[in-house]
């Protein structure tokens, strides 16, 4: 198994471009979810799916889009970037949001820099 | 509302001492507790975690946590510390009455273990 994959490792835009993160999982995982981590403030949660065809807000969901069409994939879409999105994404999924299975696991993270 | 807090931004110790790092959450239900770990360019990567049971939890690396209901304490430690345990440490929690998946990070701290 690959785990969780993210594509691209490294991205830089200019302000107002958009582009979309994947995230991709081969564990055949319910629950997948979208992490923004910047300095001194841990990770923080930007939207999240139960399961294909369902998503929900997170923490921080401003600026950014997700659709799940599929229970591999979960792309990140930033509709207009702006400065304030320059961070770390981490996608994460779990086999299930149920106590004895909800252990997330991360992929390795793309990190985006927005001029 | 969940919550958590890692009082500290950076643990120093000498190689083969013992390590703690500190972890104190809020719930308004039971609290689901996690500790993972994060090495340089990496994603984060599951040590252990709480949900019921035996205080004392053990995972990987040698790494045990301490469930402390009375203080809502979860506070990693290990016996030894090696200098390849150098890297960020996050403890996480989630609310039993929470019900999808939603973890809720502390800041992070960052494990410097010294030769």
């Known amino acids: 198994n690959a785990g969780v994959t993210q594509t691209p490792k490294f991205q830089v835009l200019k302000t107002g471009q958009s582009m979309t993160l994947q995230c991709a999982q081969d564990?055949?995982?319910?629950?997948m979810s979208w992490y923004r981590q910047d300095p001194g403030m841990g990770l923080r949660l930007i939207h999240y799916?139960?399961?294909?065809?369902?998503?929900d807000q997170g923490e921080v969901p401003n600026g950014y889009n997700v659709s799940r069409s599929t229970t591999e994939d979960f792309p990140l879409r930033l509709l207009s970037a702006a400065p304030s999105q320059t961070s770390v994404y981490f996608c994460?999924?779990?086999?299930?949001?149920?106590?004895?299975?909800?252990?997330?696991?991360f992929g390795p993270g793309t990190r985006l820099t927005v001029l | 509302a969940q919550s958590v807090a890692q009082p500290e931004d950076q643990v120093n110790v000498a190689e083969g001492n013992p390590l703690t790092v500190k972890c104190t959450y809020s719930v308004s239900g039971n609290p689901y507790l996690f500790w993972y770990v994060q090495y340089p360019n990496r994603g984060l990567q599951f040590l252990l975690k709480y949900i019921t049971g035996d205080n004392l939890v053990k995972g990987s690396y040698g790494f045990e946590a301490e469930f402390n209901k009375s203080q809502t304490s979860f506070h990693l430690k290990k016996p030894s510390a090696l200098v390849s345990d150098s890297a960020l440490y996050f403890c996480a929690v989630r609310d039993s009455n929470n019900a999808g998946n939603m973890l809720t990070f502390g800041g992070g701290t960052r494990l410097m273990v010294k030769p």
């Open positions: 799916s139960v399961g294909a065809g369902i998503t």
């Open positions: 564990m055949n995982h319910e629950y």
């Open positions: 994460a999924s779990s086999y299930s949001t149920a106590p004895s299975t909800d252990t997330q696991y």
